[in-house]
């Protein structure tokens, strides 16, 4: 079956533009989670996703940085006024659920974000 | 507050067991995972742990938990050149139905023939 797919797989922008990233989840995952990961770093979580909900938006850094998931399904992570700061692989994982096993995250193959 | 600590290198030669380090600090902490990193692949999943164990075995992997020093360890088997990797251990801090993670910075394997 299809796993979690992220568009683009490279997004290179110029200072002060916006952009928009696309997380498509795996069909029936409840539980969206976006989290970025800075070179030589570990990921750090940036939001959560339950249904069409975000029910936990404390990791994104600042105003700039929005998502939605207005049908419950695939996401798009909004930055706008881009920084050079901002440069780093954008990871997008989805799970069954919140309990149990079923909140083990399936993670996509990332959106590698360079900011000129 | 939230910190996942772990050694950044380890090299080990073909066929030796591998024991990769993990630290962390939120004791409220109900999962605790351990995920491998290709390079140009995706973060896979190699095994979690529930907070109430102390020991999970998987095929060549072992998972021990030391929740009084808050300290976990993976290690690996007949360790094999596919097994080069970044390891990272991740955390999920008990926060209701989020099950949010708390990352370390990854620990380089490097395995030697």
């Known amino acids: 079956g299809a796993g979690v797919s992220q568009t683009p797989s490279n997004k290179v922008t110029e200072k002060g533009k916006y952009v928009e990233l696309r997380c498509d989840p795996i069909s029936g995952h409840t539980a969206l989670y976006w989290y970025r990961q800075s070179l030589g770093q570990g990921p750090e979580f940036l939001i959560y996703f339950q249904g069409t909900g975000a029910a936990d938006d404390s990791g994104l850094p600042n105003d700039r940085f929005f998502a939605v998931r207005p049908e419950g399904s695939v996401s798009t992570l909004k930055i706008q006024r881009t920084e050079r700061g901002d440069s780093a692989v954008y990871l997008c994982a989805s799970s069954l659920g919140t309990s149990g096993r079923a909140g083990e995250q399936f993670f996509g193959p990332g959106t590698r974000l360079t900011v000129l | ?113």
């Open chain 2, 1 to 113: 507050g939230e910190d996942v600590e772990q050694s950044l290198f380890l090299s080990v030669r073909e066929g030796d067991s591998s024991v990769i380090n993990c630290t962390y600090t939120d004791s409220s902490s109900t999962y605790l995972y351990w995920y491998k990193q290709e390079p140009g692949a995706g973060l896979q999943l190699l095994t979690y742990i529930f907070s109430n164990m102390d020991m999970k075995q998987d095929q060549r992997l072992t998972v021990l938990l030391n929740k009084k020093d808050k300290h976990l360890s993976l290690r690996i088997a007949d360790t094999q050149t596919g097994d080069s990797a970044i390891y990272f251990c991740a955390e999920s801090p008990n926060a209701g139905n989020n099950r949010k993670l708390i990352w370390g910075l990854g620990t380089s394997l490097a395995v030697n023939p």
